[in-house]
């Protein structure tokens, strides 16, 4: 079972909705699919059309009061959605008085294992924190979500070298690094795109998510573009995105327990 998750440092970078879309598509492409929503605003769980309400979610999940497959919910064909509350936020908070919090998500997620070929982790923009230390921790990849704007490239050496210290020596998912609203109008965005291909090189995916006016009405309807402009450019580079990473499948040098029980 390959888990995703997709960080950065910072809000603003598309890495929702970049989520969001990737589960979609590789749902699309025949893969069973777990979205699962690590930040406490929530907004991967509403970019879906999912009002969790009073339902079971991952903060009960993470601590110990629900088996994970209480609080998923069906999103799509091939998609299942793992949903957050604000009440994440307590997690957070009652982390500190806990014995290796970073390590609750991997447990919750391994009854999954044999359901669902693909997990999808949308991180929280704290990149310190325990959430994202979670994803880090459970994945097998870690996505890195550049944005094509001012600073980027310094932005996301930076989130590098934090998830490196946050996982010290437990070693590193493999790392991807994914270029998102991108305007090819721009020269400064096309120089931009060349500098990251030539500082990340094989790490960099050939694809660039490109800004789209459907791609933000997706979002705000809460249905995947794939499903709501399925002809749309969005709808296209997420579908070449997902094959990229189905054609990825250079197993990673550490593999967490996920992929050593599929032997």
């Known amino acids: 079972m390959r888990t995703y998750a997709l960080a950065n440092q910072k809000g603003g970078c598309g890495k929702t909705t970049t989520a969001i879309h990737l589960a979609a598509a590789l749902a699309v492409r025949g893969e069973r699919v777990l979205l ?104 097998t990849h870690l996505l890195l979500v550049v944005e094509t704007g001012s600073f980027a490239l310094q932005g996301a050496l930076r989130a590098r070298a934090i998830f490196e210290d946050l996982l010290g020596l437990g070693g590193m998912p493999t790392l991807r690094v994914l270029a998102t609203m991108f305007d090819r109008r721009l020269r400064f965005a096309r120089d931009l795109l060349v500098a990251m291909h030539a500082r990340f090189g094989p790490e960099m995916y050939d694809t660039a998510i490109r800004t789209s006016v459907s791609l933000r009405e997706a979002v705000a309807s809460g249905t995947p573009v794939l499903h709501s402009a399925p002809r749309s450019r969005s709808a296209q580079d997420f579908l070449a995105l997902a094959d990229e990473v189905l054609a990825d499948e250079i197993e990673p040098a550490d593999a967490p327990l996920f992929l050593s029980l599929e032997a």
């Open 36 to 139: 699962v929503d690590l930040d406490p605003q929530g907004h991967a769980t509403l970019g879906v059309g999912c009002h969790v309400g009073r339902s079971t979610s991952l903060v009960e999940v993470l601590f110990g009061e629900a088996e994970a497959s209480a609080a998923i919910r069906p999103v799509a064909p091939g998609l299942d959605l793992l949903p957050a509350t604000l009440g994440l936020a307590e997690f957070e908070e009652a982390s500190v008085h806990s014995l290796a919090p970073e390590q609750a998500l991997t447990g919750s997620l391994r009854p999954l294992i044999g359901r669902y070929d693909r997990v999808v982790l949308d991180c929280p923009p704290r990149a310190d924190g325990v959430l994202t230390a979670n994803a880090l921790r459970a994945a």
